[in-house]
C-alpha cells in the first residue's frame, strides 16, 4: 500500500522530469556528458563514439566523454546507461549485440525496447566473405561447390555477428561453426587455416585483402563497395541472401526528453555529414546514416525479431 510520503514522493519525482523536459531540453547541455560504449578502447565502435564525442564537445562546449564498460559481453555497460536518470546526460553507443543478445541469452539485464529511446542509427558497414587463400576459392560458387562435397570437413571463424549463419542456413551448409570475440582473432584463425572462412566488417578485412592475406568472395551490401569494387555482392555471386550490416548508433535511457533527443539527432546527423567525419568514417569502412529517432526505432524491432529466428533455428540461444 502507497503511503502518503511515498505518493508525494513520487509526485516529487515526476515534477523533476517535467522540469528536465520543459527548462532542461531548452539549455541541454549544460553540463558534461557521459557516452558509454560496451566494449575495449580501441576498436571501431570505441573509435567513432570518441569521434561523435569530441565533435559533440566543440559544438557544445561541453564536455563529452566516453566511458567503456566492456564486463559480460557488454551486457553490463548497456544495464548500467538503462538504470541512469533519462536527462541526457547519459549515452550509449550501440553495435550489432544490443539487438541480438535480447534473443540469445537469457539473463539480459535490459530490453532494447522498452528500456531505450532510439537516437539515431550513426553509421553501418557491410560485412565481407573472406576466406584463406590456401583454401583455393575464388568464388561463393566455388565455395559452396567445395563445401557441400566435404560435410563437416570445413569451419568458420564467428566474430560475434551471425550472417555466417544466416549464410549456413540459407545454403543447407554442414559447417563448423568457431566463435571468437571479437573480429582480430577471427582473422587470424582464418588467415592462418585454422578456419577457412569467416564474415567481418569491412574495416578489419580490407587491409588483410590488401595484403593478400585473406581472399574476399562477397559482400553483403546491396552495392558493390568502393573499397572492394572488384567483389561482387551476395546477389551478384547468385545467393539471395538478404542485406546485411554491422551497425553503430545512439540510444539513451526511455522517458528522456523528446527535445532532447530531437537535438543529439540533429547535431549527430551534422557531424557525420561533415567532409573530414565521413573521410574518417571512409577509413573504418563505414558509412554514415543519422536517422531520425522513429527510423532508427523501427529498425532495431525489426532486427530483433530478423536475427530472433536465426538464433532459434541455429540452437544459439544460451540459458
Given at each position: 500500500?502507497?503511503?502518503?510520503?511515498?505518493?508525494?514522493?513520487?509526485?516529487?519525482?515526476?515534477?523533476?522530469?517535467?522540469?528536465?523536459?520543459?527548462?532542461?531540453?531548452?539549455?541541454?547541455?549544460?553540463?558534461?556528458?557521459?557516452?558509454?560504449?560496451?566494449?575495449?578502447?580501441?576498436?571501431?565502435?570505441d573509435v567513432l563514439a570518441?569521434?561523435?564525442?569530441?565533435?559533440?564537445?566543440?559544438?557544445?562546449?561541453?564536455?563529452?566523454?566516453?566511458?567503456?564498460?566492456?564486463?559480460?559481453?557488454?551486457?553490463?555497460?548497456?544495464?548500467?546507461?538503462?538504470?541512469?536518470?533519462?536527462?541526457?546526460?547519459?549515452?550509449?553507443?550501440?553495435?550489432?549485440?544490443?539487438?541480438?543478445?535480447?534473443?540469445?541469452?537469457?539473463?539480459?539485464?535490459?530490453?532494447?525496447?522498452?528500456?531505450?529511446?532510439?537516437?539515431?542509427?550513426?553509421?553501418?558497414?557491410?560485412?565481407?566473405?573472406?576466406?584463406?587463400?590456401?583454401?583455393?576459392?575464388?568464388?561463393?560458387?566455388?565455395?559452396?561447390?567445395?563445401?557441400?562435397?566435404?560435410?563437416?570437413?570445413?569451419?568458420?571463424?564467428?566474430?560475434?555477428?551471425?550472417?555466417?549463419?544466416m549464410f549456413r542456413l540459407?545454403?543447407?551448409?554442414?559447417?563448423?561453426?568457431?566463435?571468437?570475440?571479437?573480429?582480430?582473432?577471427?582473422?587470424?584463425?582464418?588467415?592462418?587455416?585454422?578456419?577457412?572462412?569467416?564474415?567481418?566488417?569491412?574495416?578489419?578485412?580490407?587491409?588483410?585483402?590488401?595484403?593478400?592475406?585473406?581472399?574476399?568472395?562477397?559482400?553483403?551490401?546491396?552495392?558493390?563497395?568502393?573499397?572492394?569494387?572488384?567483389?561482387?555482392?551476395?546477389?551478384?555471386?547468385?545467393?539471395?541472401?538478404?542485406?546485411?550490416?554491422?551497425?553503430?548508433?545512439?540510444?539513451?535511457?526511455?522517458?528522456?526528453?523528446?527535445?532532447?533527443?530531437?537535438?543529439?539527432?540533429?547535431?549527430?546527423?551534422?557531424?557525420?555529414?561533415?567532409?573530414?567525419?565521413?573521410?574518417?568514417?571512409?577509413?573504418?569502412?563505414?558509412?554514415?546514416?543519422?536517422?531520425?529517432?522513429?527510423?532508427?526505432?523501427?529498425?532495431?524491432?525489426?532486427?530483433?525479431?530478423?536475427?530472433?529466428?536465426?538464433?532459434?533455428?541455429?540452437?544459439?540461444?544460451?540459458?
Amino acid at each position: 500500500m502507497l503511503t502518503r510520503r511515498s505518493v508525494v514522493h513520487q509526485l516529487l519525482s515526476l515534477a523533476a522530469l517535467s522540469g528536465v523536459s520543459a527548462a532542461g531540453a531548452e539549455t541541454y547541455p549544460a553540463r558534461r556528458v557521459k557516452i558509454i560504449t560496451t566494449v575495449a578502447p580501441g576498436g571501431t565502435v570505441d573509435v567513432l563514439a570518441r569521434l561523435i564525442a569530441q565533435k559533440l564537445s566543440e559544438t557544445w562546449g561541453q564536455n563529452f566523454y566516453v566511458e567503456n564498460i566492456p564486463g559480460g559481453g557488454g551486457k553490463m555497460g548497456a544495464a548500467a546507461a538503462a538504470r541512469s536518470t533519462p536527462d541526457g546526460y547519459t549515452i550509449l553507443f550501440v553495435f550489432n549485440s544490443f539487438i541480438t543478445d535480447i534473443s540469445r541469452y537469457s539473463d539480459v539485464p535490459y530490453d532494447p525496447i522498452k528500456d531505450f529511446a532510439p537516437v539515431t542509427l550513426v553509421a553501418t558497414s557491410p560485412y565481407v566473405l573472406v576466406v584463406s587463400p590456401s583454401l583455393g576459392v575464388h568464388s561463393v560458387q566455388e565455395l559452396l561447390a567445395l563445401v557441400r562435397a566435404n560435410p563437416g570437413k570445413y569451419s568458420y571463424a564467428a566474430p560475434g555477428n551471425l550472417v555466417d549463419e544466416m549464410f549456413r542456413l540459407s545454403n543447407g551448409l554442414d559447417i563448423v561453426r568457431v566463435p571468437f570475440n571479437s573480429a582480430p582473432p577471427a582473422i587470424a584463425s582464418t588467415i592462418g587455416g585454422f578456419t577457412q572462412m569467416a564474415f567481418t566488417s569491412i574495416g578489419t578485412a580490407v587491409p588483410n585483402i590488401n595484403a593478400g592475406k585473406l581472399q574476399a568472395l562477397a559482400v553483403t551490401s546491396r552495392k558493390r563497395l568502393a573499397a572492394l569494387p572488384d567483389v561482387p555482392t551476395l546477389a551478384e555471386a547468385g545467393l539471395p541472401e538478404p542485406e546485411a550490416s554491422f551497425m553503430q548508433g545512439v540510444v539513451v535511457p526511455a522517458a528522456t526528453p523528446k527535445q532532447i533527443v530531437k537535438r543529439l539527432q540533429s547535431e549527430i546527423a551534422r557531424i557525420v555529414a561533415l567532409p573530414d567525419v565521413v573521410e574518417k568514417l571512409t577509413a573504418l569502412g563505414l558509412v554514415p546514416v543519422a536517422d531520425t529517432p522513429e527510423e532508427f526505432g523501427a529498425y532495431i524491432r525489426s532486427e530483433i525479431g530478423r536475427w530472433g529466428d536465426i538464433i532459434r533455428r541455429s540452437n544459439l540461444k544460451v540459458e
